[in-house]
């Protein structure tokens, strides 16, 4: 029995909007609102005299999770009142900021009645919000179980419209002054739908580019004023884009003007509450800053003959870990310590680019466990290799070692390739990350056509300098040997039939150094064992590896003589995989519990394969 009670709440984007992000923009758009409405619920139950347990550190605005769990009695119409008035404020902001300073479009004077309609419902149904609360008998953990379960009712309305849909999530109409305009379906115009469309885009970019040479007093000749503000403005809105209500929310609220016309309105609306504005302000401002489009403009338009490096992580087993307290006394203190730990170091992330040897390269956000950034302008990915070759103890660790591992997917990608495909892609392959065992990083080289390559490797892999000690058969590091000879094998199907056996001999030849671990040359007995067992699990992708099964290959090894180890044959060390392997369902035969030792050697064989290819793409001097 706690004796207290707990209240959880969440709230997401009905239909994605965030999620379908086509520019980083986009992306810090979405972060700045989760991370705004998170706040403003926090600090309305704190003054309701609750104590939030997370996230920890209320008084920092950015990075805060959506999940939010308080010590106390929240009621539910309250909460999700404070969310819909704080949401309120940012779509009349920008609402009323477009209808004063967009009064013109093609010398005729703009009509907005007819969209203030479709306004106000997004005022009202943008966001789905879920609240459930405990009894004294309820851990935090049973709390967060019942919300779970109610998330899986979805609670949202559709918003219904005539017309063409926005061209980036295709999913609801185009914000422009007739959007809503009720009027017969047969006399319905589409050619006039689109010119209007694109006169009022093009309107409101050059006006967002004029409001922003203002604003910061740039220093523009009259004859150039017109171009110059069409250039600023493309920064925000490019004219040929067609978005959504939220979708141009996510884009103006970067807007510096914009941005203090909100600050604004925040403390007039919850200044009376209690709620100190200052923290908030201040991330506001630091984001339209940190996306001027004066310094945002190296990071936005990448160079042609340049590449950019995409990643996206995510923490593993959080919920797990959190768990692990369930109904004991210290659940609420452990689970505001994590929360606390979490957001420190995303914060230390955040910042970690301004303070780093390594240039052109900026965390977008972190917000706590999940975090996304990028490198950009690149002639080739040597240092993001090396970066991540450290990542985990020299980034994810700092200041100090975290209870959970993390996920990483890595997207090397053309600067002309959308950066809605890159960020599609980052998504898939933290997925890939995640799915082939966690903690591990998932590396992905996507080509022009669409087409990519990835290669999935472990952290305890990368840190022991799997990559670096790569040599070709001169000595040096010239990828190109192994990535033809590879190639040549597989243009003779030399994989087909003794794939890993083949595998193994390229890594003996290209990677003698790193061989010594796998196929344990030393001396050294117990130790060395314990190695090959774990390279060949991480290799593979581990969930779990038994304890008593471990203790009975180091006995079984222990046995041999250090001569015949040498001599092991590869089927000898496939099966001490499938003894270690653990619960690894894409191995085992259909419908058994068996493992497959055909699927076990191609799984060795593609990651020996993809480490050459891919390797070639990102490490080639």
Known sequence: ????????????????????????????????????????????????????????????????????????????????????????????????????????????????????????????????????????????????????????????????????????????????PKLGFNSDPREYNYQQEKNDVRAFYQALSEKLGESFIKSVRLKVPDEKMSERSQEYGKSFIDPDEELSVPELIKRLITHNVISEKLTERLKNVFGNNGIILKNLAQQINQLSDDLNPTTFKDLSRFKDNLYTGWFQGDGDKAGEFLKSFANTPEEAQETHKFSEEMREWGSYFQELPKNHEMKNWRVIYAGGDDFLGAFYNRKNANDCVNFFSKFKSDTWNQPEPKKITVSVGFVWASANIPQRDILQHCREAEKSAKSSGRDRIAFRILFNNGNNLEWVCSWRLLEEGLLSSYRDREGGQNWTHIYNDVAVLESRHAFDNHGLSVGLGLLEIYFPAYLDVIKNKSKQLQPKYLDLIETIAEILGKESIYYKEVIEVIEELEELEADKLNKASTNWIINLARKILGEKDNYYKENTEELDPDKLNKALTDWIINLAKVGFHLCQQ
């Open 1 to 176: 029995m706690t004796n207290k009670i707990y209240t959880v709440i969440t709230f997401a984007p009905v239909q994605g909007f965030i999620e379908k992000s086509r520019k980083l923009r986009d992306l810090y758009g979405s972060s700045y609102l989760l991370s705004y409405i998170s706040w403003v619920i926090c600090n309305a139950a704190e003054n309701h005299g609750c104590t939030v347990i997370s996230p920890a550190s209320i008084n920092v605005t950015q990075g805060m999770p959506n999940q939010i769990i308080i010590e106390g009695n929240f009621p539910k119409g309250e909460a999700q009142s404070v969310l819909l008035e704080a949401w309120k404020c940012i779509t009349e902001t920008c609402r009323e900021w477009i209808e004063t300073n967009v009064e013109v479009i093609e010398g005729k004077k703009v009509d907005y009645t007819p969209w203030r309609r479709t306004w106000g419902l997004w005022t009202k149904y943008a966001w789905e919000f879920f609240w459930v609360q405990g009894n004294e008998k309820q851990s935090i953990s049973d709390v967060r179980e019942k919300l779970n379960e109610k998330k899986r009712a979805r609670d949202w309305t559709g918003i219904n419209w005539q017309g063409e849909s926005s061209t980036l999530s295709g999913a609801d109409g185009i914000a422009y």
